[in-house]
């Protein structure tokens, strides 16, 4: 069965301290999970305010699904950290079969 697995590394730039960047994070990680069947969390420590790496992981019988749900989830994470006053700096993502 195929798992999908997409990591976005988010560039904050207007963020001067933890909370900023827990703001955009938060929201982030919240309308995914609310507009996708998915999985989200964050993988790094808060090492610095203007950067964040999230990941994201889903689970089909159909690799074909997955793969238009990945491109999904990745506009989508564009435009709502682009309303949050943050970009997306770089995206992956990758199979698993299991």
């Given amino acids: 069965m195929p798992v999908a697995q997409l990591t976005l590394e988010l560039r904050i730039e207007y963020a001067h301290s933890l909370k900023d960047r827990r703001q955009v994070v938060r929201s982030l990680k919240d309308q995914l999970r609310q507009g996708f069947n998915i999985s ?45 006053g943050a970009e997306v700096a770089d995206a992956w993502w990758d199979f698993l079969e299991i």
């Fill in 40 to 84: 989200v969390a964050e993988l790094d420590e808060a090492v610095t305010w203007q950067s964040a790496t999230i990941g994201i992981a889903a689970i089909s019988h159909s690799r074909d699904y997955l793969q238009g749900q990945m491109a999904e989830v990745e506009k989508a994470a564009s435009r709502i950290v682009r309303d949050l």
